[in-house]
C-alpha cells in the first residue's frame, strides 16, 4: 500500500506564513511528480505547485509568494506558504505519480488533505 500523509496545516494570520509537509510511504519503487493542489469551499480543486525533475510550476496566484520543495530521500514534497492571503484558505492536498515496488507502471495518489485558514 501507499501513503500520502499531509501535515503543516493551521490559523495564521494574513500574511503569515506556513510550510505543509507530504510524506509518501509504502513499497514505493519511484517517484515522477509531486504537488499541491488546493480546494476551498464551492470552488473547483486547483494546482498550486508542481515538481518534477529539476523543473517547477507555480499557479499565477501563488507566484513569488508559495514555494515547493522536495526531499527524494524521504519521498517529501514541502510547500512554504509566505505573505498569506485570506483567498488562500482551503484544504490543501498533497498528489503524487508514483509506481510501487512489483507493479508496473505508474498511478495518481492523493493525501487526505490539510486545512489551511487565513484570517484577516
Known amino acids: 500500500q501507499v501513503q500520502l500523509v499531509e501535515s503543516g496545516g493551521g490559523l495564521v494570520q494574513a500574511g503569515g506564513s506556513l510550510r505543509l509537509s507530504c510524506a509518501a510511504s509504502?513499497?514505493?519503487?519511484?517517484?515522477?511528480?509531486m504537488a499541491w493542489y488546493r480546494q476551498a469551499p464551492g470552488r473547483q480543486r486547483e494546482l498550486v505547485a508542481i515538481t518534477r525533475g529539476s523543473t517547477t510550476n507555480y499557479a499565477d496566484s501563488v507566484k513569488g509568494r508559495f514555494t515547493i520543495s522536495r526531499d527524494n530521500a524521504k519521498n517529501t514534497v514541502y510547500l512554504q506558504m509566505n505573505s498569506l492571503k485570506p483567498e488562500d484558505t482551503a484544504v490543501y492536498f498533497c498528489n503524487a505519480d508514483l509506481a510501487r515496488s512489483g507493479v508496473p507502471g505508474w498511478r495518481n495518489y492523493w493525501g487526505q488533505g490539510t486545512q489551511v485558514t487565513v484570517s484577516s
Open positions: 509504502g513499497s514505493i519503487r519511484a517517484i515522477n511528480a
